[in-house]
């Protein structure tokens, strides 16, 4: 273990950072504000930093501390957007409150608290001195709750040129919310029907579209669900619009529907629409049906147990942790299909203990945070020795 490095991390200015970027509001396609945040507390650490408008208003930022000889390139970081406030906070989301050893405030698992970790591991590099071979950077992207848009661009940029990246998303390798090793991809079905307009008194004369889309709804329990290697696909509606916008009795000649569907290791999106086609055409409806697809759209992946960065991690995590990392084949979608999914870097989860992700109350456990500023710690000072 790398101790000299290890008792210069500052547990206290973890949980500081933290609570300065839960009090900063950073919802979704509101990121600023904590971008430059981030670039001031960087530059403070003594790195070299670049702010990228990947949209109006919506920069990523990028920080990296380089080491004494050329080596190998390690990122950490995660997203700094947060999804909406829901209903029913029982403090203010953008206050942190710290109660019962947690720490409650939007933003505070997903994934304030690792990006919190990260900083806290980048001064403990400065603040020893430790040398190392390499570059060691940060990044902070937008969007990911959305369209995924901040990862996407760091990718086309030198930025995203790494050897291997850790999110600070929240898995902590335990039973209950084990680390992935592997992630679904993600297809957005964009379904038009269109039938022919009648008077709503004589429906005979027409053919509506909004009850043939309903017939392809009903019938979505047929559709062709893949599984491999543990992964699970799924489907599920998400929006139906059709019929009158004033309202008028006029059988509807359009429809359209989405349906996101998470797909696994060895599909295609190709291979998804054909499922969707073959399903339509098997109903023999009366409404001509086009199956398309939108944004946003995430390639799956599966990383190897084998593949070195994965065993320096479990390797490290064991040491760390005093225990074994626990993974899985996960139903969701992270920066790392970007990433990893389309990028080919070996990209690996670990964030403190979490509750009430997407929910009112959100929290992190503060015992949790220590041993995950510990392993990156120890784990970026092992890849870059």
């Not at 547990?11 to 609570?19: F, G, N």
């Not at 990122?75 to 989301?93: I, K, L």
């Not at 806290?120 to 369209?147: N, Q």
């Not at 919310?177 to 022919?196: A, E, M, Q, R, S």
């Amino acid at each position: 273990m790398h101790d000299d490095l290890l008792k210069k991390i500052d547990h206290d200015y973890t949980v500081k950072k933290l609570e300065e970027m839960i009090a900063i509001p950073s919802v979704v396609k509101q990121e600023k504000e904590l971008a430059h945040y981030l670039q001031d507390e960087l530059e403070s650490l003594g790195l070299k930093t670049e702010l990228h408008m990947v949209e109006p208003n919506r920069p990523n930022i990028y920080g990296k501390l380089e080491g004494t000889k050329p080596g190998k390139r390690l990122n950490f970081g995660g997203h700094m957007d947060t999804v909406p406030v829901v209903p029913g906070w029982e403090t203010d989301p953008f206050k942190p409150v710290k109660k019962d050893g947690n720490i409650y405030g939007l933003g505070a698992n997903d994934m304030k608290a690792g990006l919190a970790c990260a900083l806290s591991m980048l001064k403990a590099f400065v603040d020893s001195s430790h040398e190392f071979k390499g570059e060691l950077s940060f990044a902070g992207v937008i969007d990911e709750e959305a369209y995924g848009e901040g990862a996407k661009a760091m990718l086309k940029t030198d930025w995203g040129k790494v050897d291997a990246i850790v999110l600070g998303e929240p898995s902590t390798g335990m039973k209950e919310n084990p680390t992935p090793l592997g992630i679904t991809g993600k297809v957005l079905y964009d379904i038009y029907v269109y039938g022919k307009a009648a008077h709503g008194f004589h429906p005979q004369a027409g053919i509506n579209a909004v009850e043939q889309a309903g017939i392809i709804l009903a019938n979505l329990p047929k559709l062709k669900i893949a599984e491999k290697e543990g992964f699970q696909g799924n489907y599920s509606t998400l929006k139906i619009e059709g019929g009158y916008k004033v309202y008028s009795v006029v059988v509807p000649a359009e429809c359209r529907f989405e349906v996101n569907r998470l797909t696994v290791p060895g599909e295609t999106v190709e291979g998804v629409i054909k499922d969707m086609e073959n399903l339509v055409e098997s109903l023999n409806l009366e409404a001509k049906v086009e199956v398309k697809t939108k944004p946003p759209l995430y390639a799956s992946y599966v990383l190897d147990k084998e593949t070195p960065f994965v065993k320096l991690f479990d390797e490290t995590y064991r040491d760390v942790m005093a225990r074994k990392c626990e993974y899985e084949y996960s139903s969701s979608i992270t920066d790392a299909n970007t990433f990893t999914g389309e990028g080919g870097i070996p990209c690996m989860h670990l964030g403190p203990y979490a509750g009430g992700t997407h929910q009112k109350n959100e929290y992190t456990k503060l015992d949790s945070i220590p041993p995950v500023t510990k392993v990156y710690t120890e784990l970026a000072a092992r890849f870059l020795s």
